[in-house]
């Protein structure tokens, strides 16, 4: 849809700033139809930080009308939708035979001097992984800082959803 507006050389007269009525009008009418129409977002998340996959968004005068997958609606007020916002898959394909630079599994290596070293030690004999692993998602996702929020909504110092 294209939207040209006749220029203008002088002011309208009696509006502040010399914005024309025009100009209102059609601000008002393109946020108005962005409202109207569908968006293809496909998670919604929620206040309380939780979320939907959805397969569409429409705002209404209630709040958000969401496409669920499954075919059926579901109607949420403003209030309790924090933000919506794409749906990210990223597919890697695994290179073939190359060996790792460094042992992926936890074979008694001592604490990386990083913040929150001795909990990253702790963490990954737990779950088996080489601690200077985790501390370089760490750094990579947060640079060690707990209470950072992407703009897609991952959290913590390891930004997880």
């Known amino acids: 849809m294209t939207v040209s507006i006749p220029a203008r050389s ?3 007269p009696g509006r502040p ?6 100009s209102r009008a059609v601000c008002i009418a393109l946020f108005a139809a962005a409202t109207a129409w569908p968006a293809g977002a496909e998670l919604v998340v929620l206040a ?5 996959k959805v397969e569409s968004f429409e705002l209404i005068k209630k709040g958000y009308r969401l496409e669920l997958p499954s075919g059926g609606q579901l109607i949420l007020p403003r209030g309790r939708v924090s933000r919506i916002i794409d749906d990210e898959i990223v597919a890697v394909e695994a290179p073939a035979e190359s060996p790792p630079a460094f042992t992926l599994r936890f074979d008694d290596q001592p604490a990386p001097s990083v913040p929150y070293g001795e909990d990253i030690l702790v963490a990954s004999k737990r779950h088996g992984l080489n601690p200077e ?3 370089a998602v760490i750094f990579a996702e947060s ?3 707990p209470t950072v929020v ?3 909504g991952a959290q913590g110092l390891m930004q997880l959803m």
Do not use: N
Request: charged share 25%.
């Open 143 to 145: 640079s060690f800082r």
């Open 10 to 12: 002088a002011p309208s």
């Open 48 to 52: 309380d930080g939780d979320f939907l």
């Open 150 to 152: 992407s703009h897609k």
């Open 133 to 135: 692993v985790i501390a």
């Open 17 to 22: 700033g010399g914005a024309p009525r025009r």
